[in-house]
């Protein structure tokens, strides 16, 4: 039986969100099929994919992760996906400021119509690109803990930090049950 913290047959609505082109559909590739496709494709409206995580107390978790596209055009979309979600996991790529200032507009667009509840992640993607960073550690860290977000930089590419992502949620148990 289900104790209080039990997990099992916990489900978390989860959906990315980000500039087009930051990795978020690699990102969602990379965890759920451990693979990463340099020709993958871009993503029209949004696509939705499922994947369990075994735990190490040897219970689970179902992530139901919504991954948006991230052109203009859908951006009248986005709500539908955001709305009801527990998890947003809002992207940008390490090398382009451009998509950090569009991340902190995911944000702010997340705090004024997202559930009030919602659980975010602020994500550097493309770690394995250092050489030519131009966003800073510091000012990711800085605007993820003036919001009161989860920071991490992953790698799609090397898979560096995808899982830690996903089970940062885990140890995070204030979400609404279903
Ligand atoms: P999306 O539009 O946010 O879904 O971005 P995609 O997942 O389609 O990725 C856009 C491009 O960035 C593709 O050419 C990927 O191969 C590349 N990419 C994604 N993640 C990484 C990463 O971690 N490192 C590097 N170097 N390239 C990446
Ligand atoms: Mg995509």
């Given at each position: 039986?289900?104790?209080p913290?039990?997990?099992?047959?916990?489900?978390?609505k989860?959906?990315?969100l980000?500039?087009s082109g930051?990795?978020k559909?690699?990102i969602?590739?990379r965890?759920v099929?451990?693979?990463?496709?340099?020709?993958?494709?871009?993503t029209?409206g949004?696509?939705?994919?499922?994947?369990?995580?075994a735990?190490e107390d040897?219970?689970t978790?179902?992530f139901?992760?919504?991954?948006?596209?991230?052109?203009?055009r859908?951006a009248?979309?986005a709500p539908?996906?955001?709305?009801?979600a527990?998890?947003a996991?809002v992207v940008?790529?390490?090398t382009?400021?451009?998509?950090?200032s569009?991340?902190?507009y995911?944000?702010?667009e997340?705090?004024?119509?997202g559930s009030?509840?919602i659980?975010m992640?602020?994500?550097?993607?493309?770690?394995?690109?250092?050489e030519?960073r131009?966003?800073?550690?510091q000012?990711?860290?800085?605007?993820?803990?003036?919001?009161?977000?989860?920071?991490i930089e992953?790698?799609a590419?090397?898979?560096?930090?995808?899982?830690?992502?996903?089970?940062?949620?885990?140890s995070h148990?204030?979400?609404?049950l279903?």
């Amino acid at each position: 039986n289900a104790g209080p913290n039990d997990l099992r047959g916990f489900r978390v609505k989860l959906v990315l969100l980000g500039d087009s082109g930051v990795g978020k559909s690699c990102i969602v590739l990379r965890f759920v099929r451990g693979q990463f496709d340099p020709t993958s494709k871009v993503t029209v409206g949004a696509s939705f994919l499922s994947q369990t995580m075994a735990l190490e107390d040897s219970t689970t978790v179902k992530f139901e992760i919504w991954d948006t596209a991230g052109q203009e055009r859908y951006a009248a979309l986005a709500p539908l996906y955001y709305r009801g979600a527990a998890v947003a996991v809002v992207v940008y790529d390490i090398t382009s400021p451009e998509s950090f200032s569009k991340a902190r507009y995911w944000v702010k667009e997340l705090q004024k119509h997202g559930s009030p509840n919602i659980v975010m992640a602020l994500v550097g993607n493309k770690a394995d690109l250092q050489e030519n960073r131009e966003v800073s550690v510091q000012d990711a860290v800085d605007y993820a803990e003036k919001n009161g977000m989860f920071f991490i930089e992953t790698s799609a590419k090397t898979a560096d930090n995808i899982n830690k992502l996903f089970e940062c949620f885990v140890s995070h148990r204030d979400f609404p049950l279903d």
